[in-house]
């Protein structure tokens, strides 16, 4: 119970600080995921398990600091490619519960295990499903996350084919994207002209924990 205690109280601080709007009840059942996440990664590799950081900050904070950059809508279609414990998905389906989730991975143990820990939160508004986003067929999205699972030129690929027109794709990654990026936009042709823009928004200030790392956003 301390470390629950502890958690919330990180997690409220690290809230307030950057005007994320959540209550009380949603922070208990982010750190109650977080309590998830650990627990199944004892069985199943979802996350490190060499931390630099507690979860509560380093998977779950990480993930709601998308919201900064993009308000989502109640009824947006939303899809997690390649979620793996279910980030960002999970933490962003429970701050915006009228946000429409789909949370995909190509390994099976890992779908199991988000969709043990969508059930066991009780979430509505999230479904996990195990399949390769190559299969993903007669669904469109108004937004697509990815959090590290593949270069941007690959991930532009996905979402050409995958977002709506005005639809968004929105990364979270670290280091040095110069050449990503550089790639992403010349292949565009190739992916229905996506992207026609890359934004970059760096948030080391916001935590020494995310040193180098950006939310990429990627628009058509």
Known sequence: MERHNDDLSILHALCAEQAIEVDLETLQQLVRYGECLEKWNEKINLISRKEDAPVIIKHIFHSLLISLHHKFSDNEHVLDLGTGGGLP??????????????????????????????KELGITNAVALHTRVEELKGVMFDTILSRQVAPLDKLCGYAGR?????????????????????????????????????????????????????IVIARG
């Open 162 to 214: 995958l977002l709506k027109p005005s639809g968004t794709m929105i990364c979270l990654k670290g280091g040095n994207l110069d050449k990503e990026i550089a790639s992403a936009l010349k292949s565009s042709k190739d992916h229905e002209g996506f992207p026609a823009r890359i934004e970059l928004h760096p948030i080391q200030g916001v935590s020494p924990f995310f040193s180098e790392k950006q």
């Open 89 to 118: 998905g999970i933490p962003l389906s429970l701050l915006f519960p009228r946000t429409r989730f789909l949370l995909v991975d190509a390994t099976g143990k890992k779908i199991a295990a988000c969709q043990a820990m969508i």
